[in-house]
């Protein structure tokens, strides 16, 4: 084959082989005989093979034109969902928007975002779903996860919305009689206050450090799956606390807590998550791109 065929060619092609006739296709397409018999022999040129037999009556496909027409119904169908698509983009995004997220990150940040979201968008139907767990999205209907962590499945389609890593902190009332941890082994001997949420592991807090990852089992009397609940009972001072840096920073800007062992963290990004292309649903789409925006200019950490 010398070149790619001509889109239009082969659109011409695919009336004339259903109607057998030059001047039938001509009829159909408001062209001349001539300009179509033209448009023919260069897609012959281009694929270099012959597509039709012509005879003074008739015009039938050949072997090779067989194969050639059901190509071009394929190419010509695609390149039409393709501009139907594209299209559908530029639309005005409606229907039902289910979203999770977890139940901290859901009510301070992702519920006022889906607000403003909602005044944007009237003819969205936005529900939104805080868990304790990571949802699946597919088998229960969710079309996006706003969640905290880097590791997602690869079957998934992620975008990251802000940077973020999880610290550890605590009261300085508790510091003060409990003393401050001088290495990540110390954390055993202390009272850690442990958060059952999502995919943050029970009990075991792995972090990266100056050696790279480690890891450290903690125990504590308190614990819960709540993270707001246990970032209370850090401010109250009972205990030693791994949490995101957008829900703890407030509480170290006023000195209701201070970083411990600031050395180590656990990286733990702000996600939107998602099952399709962006390009199959326009209000997923826009959902993940206002979510983009949002946390961009209401959210920023400085560098670990």
Same mark, same amino acid.
């Given at each position: 084959?010398?070149?790619?065929?001509?889109?239009?060619?082969?659109?011409?092609?695919?009336? /004339? !082989?259903?109607?057998?006739? $030059?001047?039938?296709?001509?009829?159909?397409?408001?062209?001349?005989?001539?300009?179509?018999?033209?448009?023919?022999?260069?897609?012959?040129?281009?694929?270099?093979?012959?597509? *039709?037999?012509? !005879?003074?009556?008739?015009?039938? /496909?050949?072997?090779?034109?067989?194969?050639?027409?059901?190509?071009?119904?394929?190419?010509?169908?695609?390149?039409?969902?393709?501009?139907?698509?594209?299209?559908?983009?530029?639309?005005?995004?409606?229907?039902?928007?289910?979203?999770?997220?977890?139940?901290?990150?859901?009510?301070?940040?992702?519920?006022?975002?889906?607000?403003? *979201?909602?005044?944007?968008?009237?003819?969205?139907?936005?529900?939104?779903?805080?868990?304790?767990?990571?949802?699946?999205?597919? @088998?229960?209907? $969710?079309?996006? &996860? /706003?969640?905290?962590?880097?590791?997602?499945?690869?079957?998934?389609?992620? #975008?990251?919305?802000?940077?973020?890593?999880?610290?550890?902190?605590?009261?300085?009332?508790?510091?003060?009689?409990?003393?401050?941890?001088?290495?990540?082994?110390?954390?055993?001997?202390? &009272?850690?206050? =442990?958060?059952?949420?999502?995919?943050?592991? $029970? +009990?075991?807090?792995?972090?990266?450090?100056?050696?790279?990852?480690?890891? =450290?089992?903690?125990? +504590?009397?308190?614990?819960?799956?709540? @993270?707001?609940?246990?970032?209370?009972?850090?401010?109250?001072?009972?205990?030693?606390?791994?949490?995101?840096?957008?829900?703890?920073?407030?509480?170290?800007?006023?000195?209701?807590?201070?970083?411990? *062992?600031?050395?180590?963290?656990?990286?733990?990004?702000?996600?939107?998550?998602?099952?399709?292309?962006?390009?199959?649903?326009?209000?997923?789409?826009?959902?993940?791109? $206002?979510? #983009?925006?949002?946390?961009?200019?209401?959210?920023?950490?400085?560098?670990?």
């Amino acid at each position: 084959m010398n070149n790619l065929p001509n889109l239009e060619d082969l659109r011409v092609f695919v009336h /004339v !082989t259903r109607r057998s006739s $030059f001047a039938a296709a001509a009829s159909e397409l408001g062209m001349s005989a001539a300009f179509v018999s033209k448009r023919i022999r260069l897609l012959e040129e281009d694929l270099g093979v012959r597509l *039709l037999h012509r !005879t003074t009556r008739r015009v039938s /496909v050949s072997e090779d034109g067989e194969r050639v027409y059901q190509w071009a119904l394929r190419i010509l169908d695609s390149v039409q969902r393709m501009g139907d698509d594209v299209s559908a983009l530029h639309r005005e995004p409606s229907g039902q928007l289910r979203i999770a997220s977890s139940l901290g990150l859901g009510r301070r940040f992702v519920a006022p975002a889906l607000s403003e *979201l909602a005044t944007r968008h009237p003819q969205l139907d936005i529900r939104l779903d805080v868990q304790d767990r990571l949802v699946d999205l597919i @088998g229960e209907g $969710f079309d996006l &996860d /706003v969640r905290v962590g880097n590791e997602i499945d690869p079957n998934l389609i992620a #975008r990251p919305l802000a940077r973020n890593r999880r610290v550890l902190c605590a009261a300085p009332g508790y510091l003060e009689r409990r003393g401050t941890p001088r290495s990540l082994a110390e954390l055993a001997g202390h &009272d850690c206050l =442990v958060i059952k949420e999502r995919d943050h592991p $029970f +009990g075991v807090w792995h972090l990266q450090g100056p050696e790279g990852e480690e890891s =450290v089992k903690v125990t +504590g009397p308190l614990s819960s799956n709540h @993270g707001e609940v246990v970032h209370q009972w850090c401010i109250d001072g009972r205990g030693i606390l791994l949490r995101s840096w957008w829900d703890v920073h407030d509480s170290l800007d006023d000195g209701c807590l201070v970083q411990v *062992l600031p050395e180590y963290q656990q990286p733990a990004d702000i996600w939107a998550v998602y099952a399709a292309p962006l390009a199959s649903s326009a209000k997923v789409r826009v959902a993940v791109e $206002f979510l #983009r925006q949002y946390f961009a200019e209401r959210y920023s950490q400085p560098d670990a």
